[in-house]
């Protein structure tokens, strides 16, 4: 069946993207037929759940699409969404989901998207991204459970990792950019510092 998709799609002149498990744990050779697993327009395999899935898929050769959620998995902390059972977890304290706890900005800020990927495979990684599910999210809070930590992730991705001590700066500089999408263009971002600490530069500490 992948195979049968995955021809219609390139013979659309378009690229297959799938999940990791078809590579990482259902072991599928997802290359088409006479290329190699790497080639531009084969096939991207999207890792989301791990630093450790990352490097898994890159080391089977397919180009990859960055997700993890050992820290940009925007999800993580809001409880778990599945209907509970005897025997699960969800009815046991302290009702955290898989990847609690919640993952804040300067969490999602530092992490290195590269670390521990050598870097001769560091060229097969496409593009990253924060991920965001449905299940803990509606219209009314969509945008508070997104920004600004979606923000602080794009500019990692954007300039390459960041460092502790470039997190007041980034406070300050995230502040600024969440105030003017709530004013201007009615995003219902959450607070990335105090407004406090905007008004009087240097008098709070993070």
Not at 7 to 26: F, S, Y
Not at 190 to 199: D, N, P, R, V, W
Request: proline share 5%; charged share 20%.
């Amino acid at each position: 069946m992948v195979t049968h998709v995955h021809k219609a799609i390139r013979d659309a002149g378009l690229i297959p993207i799938v999940w990791e498990e078809l590579a990482t744990e259902w072991n599928l050779d997802l290359s088409a037929p006479g290329h190699l697993a790497s080639e531009q327009n084969n096939v991207l395999v999207q890792a989301w759940s791990s630093a450790f899935a990352v490097k898994q898929v890159l080391e089977k050769g397919y180009r990859t699409l960055f997700g993890s959620g050992d820290a940009w998995y925007l999800d993580c902390g809001y409880g778990t969404f599945l209907v509970p059972r005897a025997d699960s977890t969800a009815v046991q304290e302290p009702f955290l989901d898989w990847c609690a706890p919640l993952k804040n900005w300067r969490h999602m800020y530092v992490y290195d998207p590269l670390k521990g990927i050598p870097q001769e495979l560091q060229p097969l990684v496409e593009g990253g991204e924060a991920h965001m599910w449905s299940e803990n999210v509606d219209p009314t809070n969509l945008d508070t459970v997104v920004w600004p930590r979606a923000a602080a992730a794009a500019e990692v991705l954007w300039t390459g990792p960041r460092a502790a001590k470039q997190i007041l700066d980034a406070s300050y500089r995230l502040g600024e950019w969440r105030e003017r999408v709530v004013t201007d263009l009615g995003i219902r971002a959450g607070l990335a510092q105090m407004t406090y600490c905007l008004m009087q530069e240097g008098s709070c500490k993070l």
